[in-house]
């Protein structure tokens, strides 16, 4: 079992930046492909961006690719998104999730409760 709680979401301004942190525990950290997935409202949930076990491999969808960043501190069990150039329509529930399968197949099994971001006009 993972546990994963997220943090730093919040309000921010178009064009601002904001910073999401998700500490992992249950398991040994380096074990996991760690992901960022993202709901709106009346939206399904979608892809944001995964981190190989080691952070030597990344995956950004479309819509976020030069804006987010994510990396992991497996020293603090810890993954992030840096997002910046932030639009109206990154406003969406952010969600960490974990994946125990290796890269080229992972399923993300585990996920946290998630963190909001709001990002005004």
């Known amino acids: 079992q993972v546990q994963l709680e997220e943090s730093g979401g919040g309000l921010v301004q178009a064009g601002g930046s904001l910073r999401l942190s998700c500490v992992a525990s249950g398991r040994t950290f380096t074990d996991t492909v760690m992901g960022w997935f993202r709901q709106a409202p009346g939206k399904e949930r979608e892809f944001v961006a995964a981190?190989?076990?080691?952070?030597?491999?990344?995956s950004y969808a479309e819509s976020v690719k030069g804006r987010f960043t994510i990396s992991r501190d497996n020293a603090k069990n810890t993954v992030y998104l840096q997002m910046n150039s932030l639009k109206p329509e990154d406003t969406a529930t952010y969600y960490c999730?974990?994946?125990?399968?290796?890269?080229?197949?992972?399923?993300?099994?585990?996920w946290g409760q998630g963190t909001q971001v709001t990002v005004s006009s």
């Open positions: 999730a974990a994946s125990l399968t290796v890269w080229t197949t992972r399923q993300f099994t585990y």
């Open positions: 981190i190989g076990r080691t952070g030597g491999i990344t």
